[in-house]
């Protein structure tokens, strides 16, 4: 895996899956990885289907990851608002539904009723604060 920061994560089983982020060069990466803690081993899976970008959300649910809005462009003028959803039993991404605001940063997720609840933590496309619970 190459170095790179800001980048989206998730936890799938013993599984670390890392994507996305910018390279020390300060483009946008893509390819997608896989880090096995039981082997202490790294492995190229699938490319994420969406653009690349920087400070994306990464969660998990059951045996899928999810990657979504973040970051493109520079002086906050490309924000994203897709989301896509990681099968790692098929190696593959599916588009799911745009989250209605552009927003990068981070989320917590709550459970309630077995519902996920995410609340997005972040900025708002026009750099400003931005606290909400969709």
């Not at 170095?3 to 994507?19: C, H, L, M, P």
């Not at 081993?41 to 045996?63: C, H, M, P, Y």
């Not at 981070?106 to 496309?125: E, N, R």
Request: charged share 15%.
């Amino acid at each position: 895996m190459s170095a790179r920061s800001r980048a989206a994560t998730f936890t799938i089983g013993d599984n670390v899956y890392v994507g996305t982020g910018s390279s020390p060069k300060g483009s946008y990466t893509k390819d997608f990885w896989e880090y096995d803690a039981v082997s202490n081993s790294w492995s190229q899976k699938a490319d994420f289907a969406g653009t690349g970008r920087e400070l994306a959300v990464g969660f998990s649910i059951g045996n899928k990851g999810y990657i979504g809005t973040g970051l493109q462009g520079t002086g906050y003028t490309d924000p994203r608002r897709d989301f896509w959803e990681y099968n790692p039993s098929s190696n593959s991404w599916l588009a799911k539904a745009d989250y209605p605001f552009a927003i990068f940063g981070a989320v917590f997720l709550l459970t309630v009723k077995d519902t996920l609840q995410p609340v997005m933590i972040g900025h708002s496309c026009m750099a400003t604060d931005l606290n909400m619970m969709y």
